[in-house]
């Protein structure tokens, strides 16, 4: 029996040589459509502070593209300064010495995704190629690509924003999961992420996208994000963006032929080892199963606030304790108060409050006259609560009304 497993095992071994290539190695073409993103805004003070990020370029394949695609949070403050009206900065980095100013097209904040234009296509990189990853992938391996700020302030590097100072962490995909309360897709895997990487391309072993790197785990450091693409396309579709979609799975059909050919190996080769491993199962199953831990939310000792990005409040925070506050112009009953004139505030507006056990803000339109929205323009309907996680942001009647939910 043990030589007989031993040669089954050898024409499975001449069988994988024969009709499956090597595995994928990190495709460099990759690197020809990322970019350096650098978003700036205004404080209180008028003083200028500057955040990074990654970025790569869609459109159609051999034309120059001109859209670019990253994480929401990477341009959230320069959203939230107004924009280039309120002072706010946007720039893409080519290398060392070219930079070009960029322009906002569209986001959507709960998805965490954000669409951003050059003011002419460019000929200095090229459009990517996107994929949505099926349930089929789940294990296969990864490449998260982008300019982590941790990496050049460890070694300080010739230039940090050229295509070959990206840094590329591999990994696989250890699970495809929905968030709760949002809806939006992501990808779990363990590809090293760090500040800076938000926005950059998950990539398959072909060079497609798949997903947008996003954030990490505060529980488990070997815990990694990405939005998956699926998640950008609809706003691609709505600006009427092209964008290039990779064949929905790799190989040819002499890969498949060589499949067929080898099954009678394979099948031979499972009956073999479950034989050898009856035993070891029939033992196992004898063993009591160990509990899962359930997830945990992730928990922060920062405190949860309020802060108004109005003018009028000059960056003012109010922080949240055990019970809700209400936001609106009486200034009896409010706890955040605006002024009497402000243009789209109602006397008693809205009401937040935060959740510490889901670790999010609710917040409850108070039938208002003019209305509560989302950061995309959403309007919350009167007296439904509506649960968003930290770092989210909302407005009273109008934009210069916005009021940012975190915790610090």
């Known amino acids: 029996m043990k030589k007989f497993r031993v040669l089954a095992a050898a024409l499975l071994a001449a069988f994988l040589v024969g009709a499956v290539p090597a595995s994928a190695a990190f495709d460099q073409s990759v690197l020809d459509g990322i970019v350096l993103i650098s978003s700036g805004a205004p404080d209180s003070t008028g003083e200028m502070s500057y955040w990074r990020g990654t970025g790569f370029f869609v459109g159609r394949q051999g034309e120059d593209p001109q859209y670019i ?7 959230e403050d320069f959203i939230l300064a107004g924009k280039a009206l309120g002072g706010g900065e946007l720039a893409v980095f080519f290398d060392e010495d070219t930079e070009e100013e960029a322009y906002l097209v569209d986001y959507d904040y709960e998805k965490d995704v954000a669409l951003l234009k050059l003011a002419e296509p460019t000929d200095q990189r090229v459009a990517l190629s996107m994929r949505e990853a099926p349930e089929s992938a789940l294990g296969n391996e990864v490449y998260a690509v982008g300019y982590p700020l941790a990496a050049d302030l460890t070694v300080q ?7 070959s100072d990206a840094t590329v962490t591999t990994g696989s995909i250890s699970r495809f999961l929905t968030e709760s309360g949002t809806g939006r897709k992501l990808i779990q895997t363990d590809a090293a992420l760090s500040g800076g990487n938000s926005g950059g391309p998950l ?10 790197n996003t954030a990490g ?11 998956s693409v699926s998640e950008i396309l609809p706003l691609l579709d709505r600006n ?11 190989g040819s059909n002499w890969m498949l032929y060589g499949a067929i050919g080898g099954a009678v190996v394979v099948v031979l080769v499972v009956v073999i080892l479950v034989a050898s491993a009856s035993k070891k199962r029939k033992k196992a199953a004898g063993q009591p199963a160990q509990p899962q831990t359930p997830e945990q939310p992730a928990q922060s000792g920062a405190s949860p606030v309020i802060r108004s990005m109005s003018t009028q409040h000059g960056g003012m925070t109010v922080p949240l304790h055990h019970q809700p506050i209400q936001v609106g112009r009486d200034n009896a009953t409010c706890r955040l108060v605006f002024r009497e004139n402000t243009p789209g505030v109602s006397a008693h507006h809205c009401q937040i409050y935060f959740d510490e056990q889901a670790q999010v803000f609710v917040v409850t339109d108070l039938g208002s006259t003019y209305g509560t929205f989302l950061a995309g323009g959403q309007r919350i309907a009167p007296e439904s609560p509506v649960k968003l996680p930290p770092k989210s942001s909302i407005y009273l009647g109008e934009p210069d009304n916005t009021l940012y939910l975190d915790l610090e």
């Not at 695609?69 to 341009?75: A, P, Q, R, Y």
């Open 157 to 163: 590097s010739v230039t940090s924003a050229s295509k």
């Open 240 to 250: 009427n963006i092209p964008y290039t979609t990779a064949e929905s799975a790799s």
């Open 217 to 227: 785990s505060d529980l488990d450091q070997n815990l990694f994000y990405a939005v």
């Open 203 to 212: 990539t398959d072993g072909d060079g497609a996208v798949i997903g947008i």
């Open 69 to 75: 695609v990253t994480n929401c949070h990477v341009v």
